[in-house]
């Protein structure tokens, strides 16, 4: 059972004359409920949870238990009041969620309260994740080699937990870039177009890939070569007719024969633009 408030405050912070306003919005406590239960953000803004009464904790994920593995978790006590996170865009590439909505609920008062803030931002969604999360996709990591939260299939540096790839900008003007995280550096990459979605997605070597019909190679580079960042590609993209929605992901090398025989390449996870 969910309880809905609809006060909202936040306060509006510039950071300069130049800059994109970034707002503080407020989420208390009140007896066994986050008010507002669910808000709406952009990339950059903070959200603060205050504590009124009670002791909680501020816990990302929908299953009820803290193991470590959240995107962010703090107790809401006498002793922390007030637990501030900023969901700019180093936080959001790393910890993406389908759709921008972090879930998150109280440890000992689950399930019953709990909320979500959903980010939004971004020319379009990331999707076809290849974590063991993604209820859409049905297709299997080929090894067991599930990847981190949103992320593709693990490789074979498990640091990385698996490519993630992400895009800002906007698609008018076109100033889309995208960027793919978490390939092993020294490894040649491709970017992928694809004019179609297999939203289940297929094997695809190490990887599950998603993006289909006519599929557009473009951007082939090294990961952490050339002036991009360890263990990452980065690109821009050409832009499409008004009313078409394209398909993305990162097709990459992972030359670990023994990783997951007996392919040598894997896929990140997929990014959809409806331009």
Not at 257 to 263: L, M, R, S
Request: aromatic residues 10%; glycine residues 12%.
């Amino acid at each position: 059972m969910k309880f809905r408030q609809v006060a909202l405050t936040f306060v509006g912070a510039c950071i300069t004359a130049a800059a994109a306003t970034a707002n503080t919005f407020i989420v208390s406590t009140s007896g066994f409920s986050f008010s507002p239960q669910d808000i709406s953000i952009e990339v950059g803004d903070t959200v603060e949870w205050h504590r009124v009464s009670s002791s909680h904790t501020v816990t990302e994920g929908t299953d009820g238990t803290y193991d470590g593995h959240e995107a962010f978790h703090s107790d809401l006590d006498a002793g922390t009041p007030i637990f501030s996170l900023t969901f700019d865009a180093a936080f959001v590439s790393a910890n993406p969620r389908p759709n921008g909505v972090y879930d998150y609920f109280c440890v000992p008062h689950f399930p019953i309260m709990v909320g979500t803030v959903t980010v939004l931002d971004g020319p379009g969604t990331p999707y076809c994740f290849g974590d063991g999360l993604d209820t859409v996709v049905t297709a299997s990591c080929p090894c067991g080699n599930t990847g981190n939260a949103g992320h593709g299939c693990a490789n074979s540096n498990p640091a990385l937990g698996g490519a993630q790839l992400f895009a800002s900008g906007t698609t008018s003007p076109n100033t889309v870039l995208f960027t793919c995280v978490g390939i092993p550096n020294n490894n040649l990459s491709t970017f992928l177009r694809g004019t179609m979605d297999t939203p289940t997605g297929a094997v695809f070597g190490d990887g599950v890939k998603c993006a289909s019909g006519v599929v557009v190679r473009f951007a082939q580079q090294t990961a952490g070569q050339g002036g991009n960042p360890a263990n990452s590609v980065v690109a821009s993209t050409t832009s499409v007719a008004a009313g078409n929605t394209r398909f993305y992901q990162v097709h990459y090398r992972n030359p670990n024969a023994g990783f997951c025989p007996p392919e040598l390449f894997n896929v990140s996870s997929g990014y959809m633009i409806a331009w």
